[in-house]
């Protein structure tokens, strides 16, 4: 049969405005797995309804399967055709029961899409249209059915059969085979279907809900790696009391169960009543597992758990409605993680990830509003937009709102549409109804790709006390949209006194909704400096005028962390930016900034911490009108060198305190320490003292925790201290069964500040331990490498051409993983012209390979526009 979708020379492109409900719907399915790595057989049975009057056929999505038999009601038939992979059945009546039977190969499935296997075990991965490459179905998530699951499978090599919804029976065969089947009464879409099939031992827990049911709760993992899954079953269990206080929710099975898997391409997936995760997202010890693991692993395991509601119970209607789920759900998860710690650290951190990848990711080729209109592949668009900008406008709604409106629109949303396939627009108008607030403008937000920039300006007349805030906006063109239009952009602005240090005009949130908006503050009699943006409440670029002095004081008094954090910052980018463009730059606002935070007791550690860190490398280019790799380099390495130095006997008394620790604990108090030990031995390590291998190399050996051990491994391997390459064999030989350590052992060789890291790289292609076929591997390596903007951009367009190779390599494997890595060659209008045709050159040469999957197709033209 001829498949349309490669037969044409244009790629099919799917697109937003031509949604039509589904012909058919599939209420009841049943499916029968006959497991096997290398042929497993799947016999569905789907109950199919014609859905409005038409006579069209029924269509069941399908790819890469082998078709085995058909039946109709119970009949053997013929009539049907393969079209781009899909079945097209014609069917006479409103009511009929297919039945199909494939067989599929999952140890041969490299792309980790459907039924594949992972370190002996089987799993599969459905979302977003991995469901058609296991069996024929209407993969659209507009379809929900409920599903009963029998699986039968060798008994030795796969002792553990789990599925969806609850347990309902099992029993032995005789063949030294086993069975089981498993019922899910919420109807669901196919891309929330799991299961797994495996050698697994299990950390179980319990949780009563409450309305006071009892949920049994259970982590399957390796035997061996039973004891690292205590952090994600305690964060499991307080995620589910979290989401019952704050937004009334209850989980609705009686089981609960999170396998972790070796092989994934992203961090895990919500699959009903069976997450699966990437094993980085679940196991946890001191010995392994940084603070920063800890916090993402539960971080994940709230979100994934949040999407029972926010993505299971109410769904997407279509893929473009994905920042429906995945909006709401990172606003869910980044409002839990900030409860469990220090909430200013947590928004810091947050902003950071936004600033790193989705700034960049609005700017260039790639940008797209959080509603798409069109894509090719669906799987390019799990971004940090649809993510992190998605998280953001749900942030603003509640700003907006106010936390009770907010609570009480999402209750409605969450009522209205429980058991339905939603949209964008049904979460803006149940907001918009509960709370009466008019959201027609804020709607934009959904169409209007692009970082919107915010002039503001603070003109103070002394003699009337008048203070006028000068606001203007404006959102630069995207690809596909020239022109835009203002969005409303809520502003915590505070303004506070020169002289006095206190505050001049209390907090409040102005509505930035025109291209030019003025706002009056009277009674300010002496000299205003303005805080704005406080918290980051609105998703955007703020440009002021405001001097290092008054940078200087909101980077010592603002009484918003985050203001606080971004005073300093932005004093640091003005030095870093005027130094990278070839200006004298004076050091000594910045040093006393550094010296004043480290030096005040009241802080958090944690905070200060984070506060005193010089902005990424990447992040100063984003502000320069020709990105100069080099120049950021040398002016953040020369600034780093004198905060080193003017305040050695500060990070040393710095050092020593974050010391004093006693044995590890994982509390937000000892997490702040260490970061800041962290901090301080990276700034003395900077000033070149003598004697700062030996400190590393001290802390790295004493070091009882992975944390410390890393941090003293990065530091190392930065500089060229005796310590260094001991210091990686060490770390190596002793890590070298832990996958998951051993990534890092990659990354931090990738993302070292040296001469000769894409030398290093390419000699790590070939260590016993690289490999494609992981996506984690492949990650901490190549997509390590990518984001390191000076070695990758070394001006003979090695980096370029290295990481095309690799990628190249990759798609045969692992389209979606490789096509995620592109991005780093799609900058190329940021640099200057050699560099930029260097970049060009290699994403040309990735579009023509033979044979190119359509994700990477898709990346690497639209980077080339
Ligand atoms: N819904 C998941 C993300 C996810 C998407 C696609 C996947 O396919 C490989 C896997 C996971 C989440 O938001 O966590
Ligand atoms: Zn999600």
């Given at each position: 049969?001829?498949?349309?979708?490669?037969?044409?020379?244009?790629?099919?492109?799917?697109?937003?405005?031509?949604?039509?409900?589904?012909?058919?719907?599939?209420?009841?399915?049943?499916?029968?797995?006959?497991?096997?790595?290398?042929?497993?057989?799947?016999?569905?049975?789907?109950?199919?309804?014609?859905?409005?009057?038409?006579?069209?056929?029924?269509?069941?999505?399908?790819?890469?399967?082998?078709?085995?038999?058909?039946?109709?009601?119970?009949?053997?038939?013929?009539?049907?055709?393969?079209?781009?992979?899909?079945?097209?059945?014609?069917?006479?009546?409103?009511?009929?029961?297919?039945?199909?039977?494939?067989?599929?190969?999952?140890?041969?499935?490299?792309?980790?899409?459907?039924?594949?296997?992972?370190?002996?075990?089987?799993?599969?991965q459905?979302?977003?249209?991995?469901?058609?490459?296991?069996?024929?179905?209407?993969?659209?998530?507009?379809?929900?059915?409920?599903?009963?699951?029998?699986?039968?499978?060798?008994?030795?090599?796969?002792?553990?059969?789990?599925?969806?919804?609850?347990?309902?029976?099992?029993?032995?065969?005789?063949?030294?085979?086993?069975?089981?089947?498993?019922?899910?009464?919420?109807?669901?879409?196919?891309?929330?279907?799991?299961?797994?099939?495996?050698?697994?031992?299990?950390?179980?827990?319990?949780?009563?809900?409450?309305?006071?049911?009892?949920?049994?709760?259970?982590?399957?993992?390796?035997?061996?790696?039973?004891?690292?899954?205590?952090?994600?079953?305690?964060a499991?269990?307080?995620a589910?009391?979290?989401?019952?206080?704050v937004?009334?929710?209850?989980?609705?099975?009686?089981?609960?169960?999170?396998?972790?898997?070796?092989?994934?391409?992203?961090?895990?997936?919500?699959?009903?009543?069976?997450?699966?995760?990437?094993?980085?997202?679940?196991?946890?010890?001191?010995?392994?597992?940084?603070?920063?693991?800890?916090?993402?692993?539960?971080?994940?395991?709230?979100?994934?758990?949040?999407?029972n509601?926010?993505?299971?119970?109410?769904?997407?209607?279509?893929?473009?409605?994905?920042?429906?789920?995945?909006?709401?759900?990172?606003?869910?998860?980044?409002?839990?993680?900030?409860?469990?710690?220090?909430?200013?650290?947590?928004?810091?951190?947050?902003?950071?990830g936004?600033?790193?990848?989705?700034?960049?990711?609005?700017?260039?080729?790639?940008?797209?509003?959080?509603?798409?209109?069109?894509?090719?592949?669906?799987?390019?668009?799990?971004?940090?937009?649809?993510?992190n900008?998605?998280?953001?406008?749900?942030?603003?709604?509640a700003?907006?709102?106010?936390?009770?409106?907010?609570?009480?629109?999402?209750?409605?949303?969450?009522?209205?549409?429980?058991?339905?396939?939603a949209?964008?627009?049904?979460?803006?108008?149940?907001?918009?109804?509960?709370?009466?607030?008019?959201?027609?403008?804020?709607?934009?937000?959904?169409?209007?790709?692009?970082?919107?920039?915010?002039?503001?300006?603070l003109?103070?007349?002394?003699?009337?006390?008048?203070?006028?805030?000068?606001?203007?906006?404006?959102?630069?063109?995207?690809?596909?949209?020239?022109?835009?239009?203002?969005?409303?952009?809520?502003?915590?602005?505070?303004?506070?006194?020169?002289?006095t240090?206190?505050?001049?005009?209390?907090?409040?949130?102005?509505?930035?909704?025109?291209?030019?908006?003025?706002?009056?503050?009277?009674?300010?009699?002496?000299?205003?400096?303005?805080?704005?943006?406080?918290?980051?409440?609105?998703?955007?670029?703020?440009?002021?005028?405001?001097?290092?002095?008054?940078?200087?004081?909101?980077?010592?008094?603002?009484?918003?962390?985050?203001?606080?954090?971004?005073?300093?910052?932005?004093?640091?980018?003005?030095?870093?930016?005027?130094?990278?463009?070839?200006?004298?730059?004076?050091?000594?606002?910045?040093?006393?900034?550094?010296?004043?935070t480290?030096?005040?007791?009241?802080?958090?550690?944690?905070?200060?911490?984070?506060?005193?860190?010089?902005?990424?490398?990447?992040?100063?280019?984003?502000?320069?009108?020709?990105?100069?790799?080099?120049?950021i380099?040398?002016?953040?390495?020369?600034l780093?060198?004198?905060?080193?130095?003017?305040?050695t006997?500060?990070?040393c008394?710095?050092?020593?305190?974050?010391?004093?620790?006693?044995?590890?604990?994982?509390?937000?108090?000892?997490?702040?320490?260490?970061r800041?030990?962290?901090?301080?031995?990276?700034?003395?390590?900077?000033?070149?003292?003598?004697?700062?291998?030996?400190?590393?190399?001290?802390?790295?050996?004493?070091?009882?925790?992975?944390?410390?051990?890393?941090?003293?491994?990065?530091?190392?391997?930065?500089?060229?201290?005796?310590?260094?390459?001991?210091?990686?064999?060490?770390?190596?030989?002793?890590?070298?069964?832990?996958a998951?350590?051993?990534?890092?052992?990659?990354?931090?060789?990738?993302?070292?500040?040296?001469?000769?890291?894409?030398?290093?790289?390419?000699?790590?292609?070939?260590?016993?331990?690289?490999?494609l076929?992981?996506?984690?591997?492949?990650r901490?390596?190549?997509?390590?490498?990518?984001?390191?903007?000076?070695?990758?951009?070394?001006?003979?367009?090695?980096?370029?051409?290295?990481?095309?190779?690799?990628?190249?390599?990759?798609?045969?494997?692992?389209?979606?993983?490789?096509?995620?890595?592109?991005?780093?060659?799609?900058?190329?209008?940021?640099?200057?012209?050699?560099?930029?045709?260097?970049?060009?050159?290699?994403?040309?040469?990735?579009?023509?390979?033979?044979?190119?999957?359509?994700?990477?197709?898709?990346q690497?033209?639209?980077?080339l526009?």
């Open positions: 049969m001829l498949d349309i979708q490669t037969s044409l020379a244009q790629p099919h492109v799917t697109r937003r405005a031509d949604y039509t409900p589904p012909d058919w719907q599939v209420p009841d399915i049943a499916l029968n797995f006959d497991l096997d790595p290398a042929a497993t057989r799947i016999t569905a049975t789907l109950h199919v309804q014609r859905s409005g009057v038409h006579d069209r056929p029924l269509r069941l999505d399908g790819a890469g399967q082998t078709l085995l038999s058909v039946s109709v009601d119970g009949t053997p038939v013929n009539d049907w055709v393969i079209e781009g992979g899909a079945l097209i059945l014609p069917l006479s009546g409103s009511a009929h029961v297919i039945e199909t039977t494939v067989e599929i190969a999952p140890e041969r499935n490299t792309q980790l899409m459907g039924l594949y296997a992972s370190g002996g075990n089987l799993c599969t459905c979302e977003a249209e991995g469901f058609r490459r296991i069996t024929f179905f209407p993969d659209r998530p507009d379809v929900l059915s409920r599903y009963q699951v029998r699986m039968s499978a060798d008994k030795q090599r796969y002792p553990v059969l789990l599925a969806n919804g609850d347990p309902i029976a099992s029993g032995d065969l005789d063949d030294g085979r086993h069975w089981a089947e498993w019922h899910d009464p919420f109807p669901k879409p196919c891309y929330l279907f799991a299961l797994v099939a495996g050698d697994l031992a299990v950390n179980r827990g319990s949780f009563i809900t409450m309305s006071g049911r009892e949920v049994a709760l259970g982590i399957w993992v390796r035997a061996t790696d039973l004891e690292r899954t205590h952090h994600a079953l305690d499991l269990k307080t589910m009391a979290w989401d019952e206080r937004y009334g929710r209850e989980y609705d099975l009686d089981v609960f169960n999170i396998v972790a898997v070796d092989d994934f391409n992203f961090g895990a997936m919500e699959n009903k009543g069976l997450n699966v995760f990437n094993s980085r997202y679940i196991l946890a010890d001191p010995d392994t597992a940084t603070d920063y693991d800890y916090d993402a692993i539960a971080a994940v395991v709230a979100h994934e758990y949040f999407h509601w926010s993505g299971n119970r109410v769904t997407c209607r279509d893929w473009f409605q994905l920042s429906l789920k995945e909006g709401f759900t990172v606003y869910r998860d980044q409002c839990f993680s900030a409860d469990q710690g220090s909430a200013a650290v947590k928004r810091i951190e947050d902003v950071r936004l600033r790193a990848a989705q700034f960049p990711e609005d700017a260039g080729p790639l940008a797209h509003p959080i509603r798409p209109d069109a894509y090719q592949e669906i799987s390019n668009f799990y971004t940090a937009t649809i993510y900008k998605g998280a953001e406008i749900i942030r603003m709604l700003t907006i709102l106010g936390a009770t409106a907010f609570r009480t629109g999402t209750d409605l949303y969450f009522d209205r549409f429980d058991g339905t396939a949209t964008c627009e049904d979460f803006v108008a149940s907001l918009e109804e509960a709370s009466g607030t008019d959201l027609t403008q804020f709607r934009r937000w959904y169409g209007q790709a692009g970082t919107p920039r915010v002039t503001a300006s003109l103070h007349h002394e003699g009337s006390g008048r203070a006028e805030l000068v606001l203007a906006q404006r959102t630069p063109p995207t690809p596909g949209q020239d022109s835009k239009t203002p969005v409303v952009l809520p502003l915590r602005v505070k303004l506070f006194g020169a002289q240090a206190g505050t001049v005009a209390p907090e409040h949130v102005i509505l930035l909704s025109d291209a030019e908006q003025r706002i009056v503050f009277e009674g300010v009699t002496e000299r205003p400096i303005l805080s704005i943006n406080r918290g980051f409440s609105a998703p955007a670029i703020i440009e002021t005028d405001r001097s290092a002095a008054d940078l200087a004081f909101l980077g010592a008094h603002d009484d918003d962390p985050f203001a606080r954090y971004e005073a300093l910052q932005q004093l640091m980018l003005d030095t870093l930016v005027a130094a990278a463009g070839g200006n004298q730059a004076d050091h000594a606002a910045v040093i006393a900034a550094v010296a004043g480290i030096g005040d007791a009241k802080l958090d550690r944690a905070f200060a911490a984070e506060a005193v860190l010089l902005p990424s490398e990447s992040f100063i280019g984003d502000q320069m009108a020709v990105v100069d790799p080099e120049a380099f040398r002016v953040r390495e020369a780093r060198r004198d905060i080193g130095r003017a305040l006997s500060e990070w008394a710095a050092y020593d305190a974050a010391q004093a620790i006693g044995g590890y604990v994982y509390s937000p108090e000892a997490k702040g320490l260490r800041m030990r962290a901090v301080a031995l990276g700034y003395i390590a900077a000033s070149g003292a003598a004697d700062s291998g030996d400190l590393a190399f001290a802390q790295f050996e004493a070091a009882d925790n992975m944390t410390d051990r890393l941090s003293a491994l990065t530091t190392l391997v930065a500089g060229d201290a005796a310590q260094r390459t001991p210091a990686l064999d060490i770390f190596y030989n002793r890590y070298s069964d832990n998951l350590v051993l990534d890092k052992w990659f990354s931090v060789q990738a993302m070292a500040p040296r001469d000769d890291t894409g030398d290093v790289v390419r000699e790590l292609l070939r260590h016993q331990d690289f490999t076929s992981n996506p984690n591997r492949a901490a390596l190549i997509g390590a490498f990518g984001v390191n903007q000076r070695a990758f951009n070394v001006t003979d367009g090695s980096g370029y051409r290295f990481l095309a190779d690799q990628l190249i390599a990759l798609d045969t494997l692992n389209p979606q993983t490789a096509a995620k890595l592109i991005p780093p060659l799609g900058r190329w209008g940021r640099f200057d012209a050699a560099r930029g045709a260097l970049m060009r050159a290699e994403l040309e040469r990735i579009v023509k390979v033979p044979g190119l999957s359509k994700d990477m197709f898709e690497a033209s639209r980077s526009e």
